[in-house]
């Protein structure tokens, strides 16, 4: 997000740079509230299988400064990719490690799906209300404009942390997923090299390799999103 404001500054264009400061205004309390939910929803959800670490940490909250990680925080404003403060799981309490771990890390993505098609029933309701709103001012048509943006933002955001969270590749949610699969010996095999495995995923990421398939997903998934709601 830092790039394309960047980018907007180096254009010279006041309208493209009015519009990328508003979206880029508008991206971070969704940005909180979007790393929030997610570990929240890892960590009550292991709470219900019987590990309460998350809540004994006071982890268990919307809270975004319970969750902050700086560096994720960071790759997160500057490729619009990156991760909260992860909540932390003791599987010694769960009765099946693995498949309990996997519903764990489901609980994540599946979270911020849910919180996109919240927003979009929002922005759906908004639509309606709004007709019957006049539009003879220049103000009113710009708090329309940001609002729409802002619902926009809010889902289109979700998508794609809920998508780029269940890539089965560690230390993602969806290789807990995608791992239960595996025997046991293979499975912790793979975990021992999670560092190595992130670093050299980060690397094709920042070189922009994967843009082309992730963009492909998350506009299907939003756009599936917007036209149950007929927003598209």
Same mark, same amino acid.
């Given at each position: ?5 960047? /980018? ?13 400061? #508003? ?8 940005? $909180? ?5 997610h ?9 219900k299988?019987?590990? *309460? ?16 990680? *700086? ?27 693995? /498949? ?10 599946? @979270? ?20 019957? &709103? ?16 802002? $619902?926009?933002? #809010?889902? @289109? ?17 969806? @290789?807990?997923?995608?791992?239960? $699969? ?6 912790f095999?793979?975990? /021992?090299?999670? /560092? ?13 390799v994967?843009d082309?398939? $992730? ?5 299907? &998934? ?11």
């Open positions: 997000m830092l790039f394309s404001l960047i /980018r907007a500054f180096s254009s010279g264009d006041p309208d493209t740079i009015k519009i990328y400061v #508003a979206v880029f205004l508008l991206s971070l309390p969704v940005l $909180f509230l979007t790393l929030s939910v570990e929240t929803a890892h960590g009550y959800v292991a709470n299988l019987g590990d *309460p670490t998350a809540s004994s940490l006071g982890r268990l909250t919307l809270n975004p400064f319970k969750h902050f990680e *700086p560096i994720g925080f960071l790759m997160m404003m500057l490729v619009g990719y990156g991760w909260a403060k992860p909540v932390p799981i003791n599987t010694r309490y769960f009765k099946k490690p693995k /498949r309990d771990m996997a519903i764990c890390a489901a609980a994540g993505p599946l @979270s911020n799906l849910l919180l996109a098609i919240i927003f979009a029933g929002l922005f759906k309701i908004f639509t309606l209300v709004i007709v019957y &709103v006049p539009m003879s001012s220049l103000m009113a048509h710009n708090v329309v404009m940001l609002t729409s943006l802002f $619902f926009y933002t #809010a889902i @289109s955001m979700n998508v794609t942390f809920a998508v780029f969270n269940l890539i089965p590749i560690p230390p993602f949610d969806g @290789s807990r997923i995608a791992l239960t $699969f595996l025997p046991s010996d293979l499975y095999k793979i975990q /021992r090299y999670e /560092r190595y495995i992130m670093i050299g995923f980060f690397v094709l990421l920042l070189t922009d994967l082309p398939v $992730f963009n492909l997903v998350f506009d299907a &998934v939003t756009n599936l999103i917007l036209r149950l709601f007929g927003l598209l």
